[in-house]
């Protein structure tokens, strides 16, 4: 916990706005974003004039969006952070012997953000990138890391959530979920078929560090030459958890 006295209010608003942006909302008014930041209307305005003052939003005026600014972030990120280094080697190595599509991520609140990847683009769902943001009860990935914050924790996370149905296949009701979570906490994988986007099967293995903290997960998208996610488990679970303990002594 940060002490009150090194708490800068205004920074956490400043970013709460910005956060505010995503793929469902990319042109915020004031009033919109306030409601989203959980801020007032008039602060929301501010912190909105504020940042496209800095270059980090555009504006016609009544509306803002994000700019190409905001990228200097992820791009830091991407080219000085240890865990997308390490393990972009083993996604390339693996992407180049097989026609599927490999990708990490970790969590992020209730989703997962990949932070590399590699493969074939045809074969990633939509908006699969890095960087990109996906639904954490609906991926595999993300299955991988809340089975990983063990049972206290995941139940804190669950409790209260409404978990957006995307699909005809996602699991959505709060006991079938947290029995489907137990399931790969036991497992130690997982498996999910069509539930954040209609024809797309995954499976993710954890990456363990050598205390055996789950540090992100790894997961593998098929191709269009796999018709079911039981193929896919026989097929390449031994080639996640290979890399998986070649990767640990790094992590």
Known sequence: MIAKVDYIEGMARGLAVLESFDTERQRLNATIAAQ???????????????????????????????????????????ASARLPRLLQPTLNRLASFTADSFSAAVLDG?????????????????GVHLGARLPAHATSTGRVLLAALGKAAFNGWLRGRELPRLTVHTVVEPKAFRSLVEQVRQQDFCAASEEHELGVHALAVPLRDMRGRTVAAMNVVAGSHRSDKGSLARDMLPVLQDAARELRPML
């Open 36 to 78: 989203r930041a959980g801020i007032t209307r008039a602060a929301a305005r501010r912190h909105l004039l504020t940042l496209a003052h800095l270059g980090y939003l555009e504006s016609d005026g009544s509306h803002f969006w994000l700019s190409a600014k905001v990228l200097r972030f992820s791009g830091s990120y991407f």
């Open 110 to 126: 209730d989703e997962v953000v990949i932070v590399a990847r590699s493969g074939p683009s045809r074969v990633m769902a939509y």
